[in-house]
């Protein structure tokens, strides 16, 4: 990108969870199309950038530090390889689709309130790549304003959020999908990075427009009411978690750099707060009906199960 180019930039304004942030992308380029998921999210009205919690300028230049960067972390998924840096007093990222892609470049500010970004724009997949930047720069963002991304699936039954966390393969879409077909009135609100935020100390679920395989982006937000961590078992068992346990359970899904002392203690305020407003727990399952029935009447206070004030 030139600096012609960059002047002549557009910012598109998103608003998840009730944050809003900025990120400017070329005229010349369809931010609908490029970013499909983001489109119930767009913001309307009278633009307020001084209450976005991070804007994303586009840069003409390589972002690459020359000297200094320390490797954090590298992850791959189905949309792309990630390289972590820390640089000096900035995180530095690089992602790519394969290999052989191109490379895409960010830097952002300790706090991820600053963000610059290189997008190879004649990639066919830069929108995939610019939609894992602004997923990484907000869910680090959000951590100092009493909010967690949480890499779970949601569901929605009667006016409240029930989340199924664990690791990848573990069974959450599945188990979303038993309660969808065996608990009545259940919908999916998001099935993989949903939003918690805090409100006068109680804990809502929102949609987002990262959502795994699944395509769901609701903009929409629910109390949560339960969070059950699923593990694969022969047998169906919810075993309840409460205070330090509870808070063990749901830091595991978190998206958050490890290495960073300040997010992290963000972090547990939030969750702290979380886990002693709601019903916590481990189910141990099968993916069949029977789990779906026993976690839905373990986290709606329907089975016998001790939650004391809860």
Not at 165 to 194: C, E, Q, V, Y
Not at 203 to 214: D, I, L, N, R, V
Request: glycine share 10%.
């Amino acid at each position: 990108m030139t600096e012609t180019d960059i002047q002549h930039c557009r910012h598109c304004r998103f608003s998840v969870a009730g944050f809003t942030f900025s990120v400017g992308i070329p005229s010349s380029v369809d931010a609908d199309r490029l970013l499909p998921s983001f489109r119930d999210f767009r913001c309307g009205g009278q633009a307020l950038p001084e209450r976005d919690i991070f804007r994303m300028e586009q840069s003409p230049g390589t972002l690459r530090p020359d000297t200094g960067l320390r490797f954090i972390e590298e992850t791959g998924t189905d949309i792309g390889l990630t390289c972590l840096y820390e640089a000096g007093q900035k995180y530095y990222l690089e992602i790519r689709h394969t290999d052989g892609s191109p490379v895409h470049q960010m830097l952002a500010s300790k706090d991820f309130s600053r963000v610059e970004a290189r997008i190879d724009w004649t990639d066919r997949y830069a929108g995939n790549s610019l939609g894992s930047m602004l997923r990484i720069a907000y869910s680090q963002a959000v951590l100092l304003h009493g909010a967690v991304s949480v890499h779970a699936s949601v569901i929605c039954l009667d006016g409240k959020a029930y989340l199924f966390a664990g690791k990848s393969g573990t069974g959450k879409s599945t188990h979303s999908a038993l309660w969808l077909r065996h608990i009545p009135g259940s919908f999916l609100l998001n099935d993989d990075n949903p939003v918690i935020r805090l409100s006068d100390g109680i804990p809502t679920a929102f949609g987002t427009p990262w959502s795994g395989k699944t395509p769901c982006y609701r903009n929409e937000g629910f109390p949560v009411a339960g969070i059950a961590r699923l593990s694969q078992a022969p047998e169906n068992r919810f075993i309840p978690k409460h205070d330090v346990e509870a808070f063990s359970l749901l830091l595991t899904g978190c998206s958050f750099i490890r290495q960073d002392g300040y997010l992290l203690d963000a972090l547990c305020g939030t969750l702290v707060e979380t886990v002693q407003a709601v019903r916590c727990g481990i189910l141990e399952c099968r993916p069949d009906a029977q789990a779906a029935v026993l976690c839905h009447k373990a986290l709606t206070g329907i089975g016998e199960y001790n939650f004391e004030n809860k």
